[in-house]
């Protein structure tokens, strides 16, 4: 950009719109900051303390049927069609290890099939199981499974061969199959879900066989899971990381932490949007509070640095702060205005996860740019008087005279 400003033609530029003579606008907001300082810090400490209410609602969903309009055809496919006509359509499986000939290992598998059935979001348990029980009853020795492994391999001859059996069992019949449907339900449910079919398995403690679960619902676990650790670890990283390089760079710990504010601010505003709105956390919406972490810390440095650099110049806070406003200040209001409607037109996205997306970017400008243009000047001229951190020289000056 600074290569091709330099070959514009250069225009004198007017005293009327000379970018550092004072504009009526910025001084009026710096004149009400001034004045309104304790107001705005109270106002915004009471919109923090109502949306961190809100956080502990947020949901995680990671179904990517929740990724379509809930009047699109896919959607109302699944809902109307496969929930009605066959029990759900995430499938669920539990991977069996033992001799599958084995009629106590038969036995086992059954007692997990009796489980499935007994949960309220399992339909359809099925497994060789069923096909051994339906061959015995055939032969006239009953519903039940043979006692004998010999029985068992003998019923086993009729359905050799058939594609059923490949889906259900190994060629070397040392594994096998446990299918289920699970019905759609909360992410919270599915993960309950996951924990009981664990919980079972763990105190079946079978000698025979050992079991453990596949398929989407351990998937969509393993996932949600991933969501909530990557979430924490990103925002602590990231938060550790701009603390510290806002603290060198005005060379004040408590600067650093000031430095925070938009970021702290906006990212409890949207948790709490997303908490009251019923928005959940997705593989989208988790991209928010990184991108919210990046355009907080942009506005801060940039309006801290033209503070303190109006501060340096022989200004008061007052004449600092109305500077600051009308130069930084105005650019970030304009970035504001320009990028929240520039992601508003995902509003107009089919998937849904992409309209949430773009309104919580858009909330993010703008709870960052009002936290950068009206709380941090407020809370900046309540400590700037008794601190002086912000007209303080800067580290590395500080470090080159201890040095000298």
């Known amino acids: 950009v600074p290569v091709l400003l330099s070959l ?39 919109i923090t303390v109502i949306s961190i209410a809100g956080i502990p609602r947020v949901q995680r969903k990671v179904d990517i049927l929740d990724y379509f309009k809930p009047d699109s055809s896919i959607r109302l496919t699944e809902e109307r069609i496969m929930k009605e006509k066959f029990g759900g359509s995430i499938p669920l499986q539990i991977l069996v290890k033992g001799e599958i000939e084995d009629p106590a290992v038969l036995t086992e598998m059954k007692k997990v099939q009796d489980f499935l059935k007994s949960l309220e979001h399992v ?3 099925f497994s060789i ?60 449910e599915i993960t309950g879900l996951v924990d009981q079919i664990e919980d ?52 004040s710990l408590v ?10 601010f906006t990212l409890i505003i949207i948790f709490g949007f997303m908490g009251y709105s019923g928005i959940p956390l997705d593989i989208a919406t988790v991209l928010v509070a990184s991108t919210s972490i990046g355009i907080g810390i942009d506005y801060a440095i940039h309006f801290i640095n033209r503070f303190r650099q109006e501060l340096r110049s022989g200004k008061n806070s007052s004449d600092a702060l109305r500077q600051t406003l009308q130069t930084t200040g105005k650019g970030i ?7 929240t409607g520039g ?3 995902f509003l107009l996205a089919d998937l849904v996860p992409l309209q949430r997306f773009g309104a919580l970017i858009a909330l993010t400008m703008v709870s960052s740019g009002s936290a950068s243009i009206f709380i941090l000047p407020a809370i900046i001229l309540t400590l700037e008087k008794r601190t002086r951190i912000f007209s303080a020289p800067r580290l590395s000056s500080t470090i080159k005279k201890g040095i000298n």
């Open 200 to 251: 079972f398995i763990l105190k079946l403690d079978s000698p025979v066989c050992t079991f453990a679960q596949t398929g989407m619902h351990s998937i969509y676990k393993n996932l949600d899971n991933s969501l909530l650790q990557s979430q924490l670890q990103s925002l602590l990283l990231s938060l550790g990381l701009i603390l510290a390089m806002v603290a060198i760079l005005l060379g």
């Open 343 to 345: 992601f508003l037109v």
């Open 333 to 339: 209001l304009i970035n504001v205005i320009t990028v």
């Open 123 to 125: 339909s359809n348990p």
């Open 129 to 188: 199981v069923d096909l051994i029980m339906e061959l015995n009853a055939a032969m006239g020795e009953g519903q039940q499974i043979p006692d004998l492994t010999e029985k068992v391999s003998n019923l086993w001859f009729f359905i050799e061969g058939e594609e059923i059996v490949s889906q259900l069992v190994n060629s070397d019949k040392s594994e096998a199959l446990i299918q289920a449907t699970i019905v759609y339900a909360p992410m919270d």
């Open 255 to 264: 600067g650093g932490l000031i430095g925070l504010i938009p970021i702290v």
């Open 8 to 46: 514009l033609k250069k225009n004198p530029v007017p005293k009327s719109e000379n970018p550092t003579s004072d504009s009526p606008f910025s001084t009026k907001i710096s004149n009400w900051i001034s004045l309104r300082k304790n107001l705005i810090i109270a106002a915004s400490l009471l």
